[in-house]
């Protein structure tokens, strides 16, 4: 496998300015190149409850795999099926602690999950939590939402633009904890030295324009504030949910002495149904679960 090249990570969440809770988790383990979020959702305090065990259940289950013998030399493939191995016990877990304690009944949460090694990352998810990536100044969705609207805009019943006003929102059709089997969706993507990547809820998505969170993304400013910038631009905007944000910078490389200035960034695609060429690796998104 080749070397990984240097990643930097922060994560960061925030309640918001409406709700009382925060039902977001977030975690990053650099030594593994491991990162995690995951939007939780059900009454009282459940909603905390799913998304902690989530990322507990898959940190841990990544972490024994990725130290293990079976993780010398493994292709991506092999990460991805780990990958949804973990996925399976954070949703065995969540069910059975809806099932042991009456107030956690019908919980259930989102799931992004990325590791970074080598030359690839490997991201799988659940849900409308959504993965980006920072290349050349063009910020990419890279995931496609596991929500009623998204398949209303695949059907061609909604534009994007409908989408983005339309009252049905959090309807999401994957979820960890609604199923006895709920599959990841997992792909693999080439990285590149200077890569931004960026997992969020949907608390940061549903407040900012795609050309504000670009412009956030581009800032050449230290993670930390990057994270911090981008969570209080969306508070700003109403701060309706829960936010959460958890970013992997790739190192670029280093400058060669005498090299000329770098190119101009290349324009952003409008966000929408196209995606990055990626190896998919899992079905993608199904009926309602």
């Avoid at 902690?52 to 079976?70: C, D, F, N, Y």
């Avoid at 059709?173 to 931004?196: C, I, K, S, Y």
């Avoid at 309706?240 to 190192?251: F, G, P, Y």
Wanted: charged share 20%.
């Amino acid at each position: 496998m080749a070397s990984t090249p240097p990643v930097e990570f922060h994560a960061l969440t925030d309640t918001g300015r409406v709700r009382a809770q925060n039902e977001d988790a977030v975690a990053v383990h650099p030594q593994l190149g491991l990162m995690l979020l995951a939007d939780g959702m059900g009454g009282y305090n459940a909603g905390e409850v799913a998304s902690r065990l989530a990322v507990e259940q898959v940190a841990e289950h990544m972490r024994l795999w990725l130290t293990g013998a079976k993780a010398r030399g493994a292709a991506p493939a092999a990460v991805a099926q780990a990958l949804q191995a973990s996925a399976e016990l954070a949703n065995r877990a969540i069910l059975d602690a809806a099932q042991a304690n009456p107030q956690c009944m019908g919980m259930g949460t989102t799931l992004v999950a990325g590791v970074l090694r080598g030359s690839h990352l490997i991201l799988g998810h659940a849900g409308d939590s959504r993965g980006y990536r920072l290349r050349e100044g063009a910020l990419q969705q890279i995931t496609r939402d596991h929500s009623w609207l998204q398949e209303q805009i695949d059907a061609g019943l909604l534009t994007p633009e409908q989408a983005a006003v339309s009252g049905q929102r959090n309807l999401v059709t994957r979820a960890l904890g609604a199923e006895e089997v709920t599959p990841l969706e997992v792909n693999v993507f080439d990285t590149r030295p200077g890569d931004l990547y960026l997992l969020c809820s949907d608390g940061l998505t549903e407040q900012m324009p795609h050309a504000d969170l670009q412009e956030l993304a581009r800032q050449a400013v230290p993670l930390a504030d990057k994270a911090r910038r981008m969570v209080a631009l969306a508070n700003a905007l109403g701060g309706r949910d829960n936010i959460s944000v958890v970013l992997a910078q790739v190192a670029a490389p280093q400058a060669r002495p005498g090299a000329g200035a770098p190119p101009p960034a290349a324009a952003a695609p409008a966000p929408g149904p196209g995606m990055p060429r990626a190896a998919r690796l899992s079905p993608g998104s199904d009926g309602p679960g």
